[in-house]
């Protein structure tokens, strides 16, 4: 059973910037893919990036420009990095790894394991 831990969230005022960090309990697969995902009070889960194993990434609309996804496998660790924040973007962050994903692009659901979460909240 593979373990997620997530860190660096926090409190921060608006158009300032934290990165986000999810290690692994185990060594990532050469067909995983990582994901970010986010969830505020009274809101669903909604997906906020993703990248494959080799480097592809894709965004939410309402982050793209702002955060940067990026992964170091050899230490089993993905970043996201968030920049020019906004107190829309308060929430609960939680990063995903969806073991075996096949396509080039990673998926935006159906992830298999899960961290914990880490809360960002943005100020105005």
């Known amino acids: 059973q593979v373990q997620l831990v997530e860190s660096g969230g926090g409190l921060v005022q608006a158009g300032g910037s934290l990165r986000l960090s999810c290690a692994l309990s185990?060594?990532?697969?050469?067909?995983?893919?990582m994901g970010w995902f986010r969830q505020a009070p009274g809101k669903e889960r909604e997906f906020v990036a993703a990248?494959?194993?080799?480097?592809?990434?894709t965004y939410a609309d309402s982050v793209k420009g702002r955060f940067t996804i990026s992964r170091d496998n050899a230490k089993n660790t993905v970043y996201l990095q968030m920049n020019s924040l906004k107190p829309e973007d308060t929430a609960v962050y939680y990063c995903?790894?969806?073991?075996?994903?096949?396509?080039?692009?990673?998926?935006?659901?159906?992830?298999?394991?899960w961290g914990q979460g880490t809360q960002v909240t943005v100020s105005s």
């Open positions: 185990r060594r990532t697969s050469n067909r995983d893919a």
């Open positions: 995903a790894e969806d073991v075996q994903s096949f396509s080039t692009m990673p998926p935006t659901s159906g992830y298999d394991y």
């Open positions: 990248i494959s194993w080799s480097g592809f990434s």
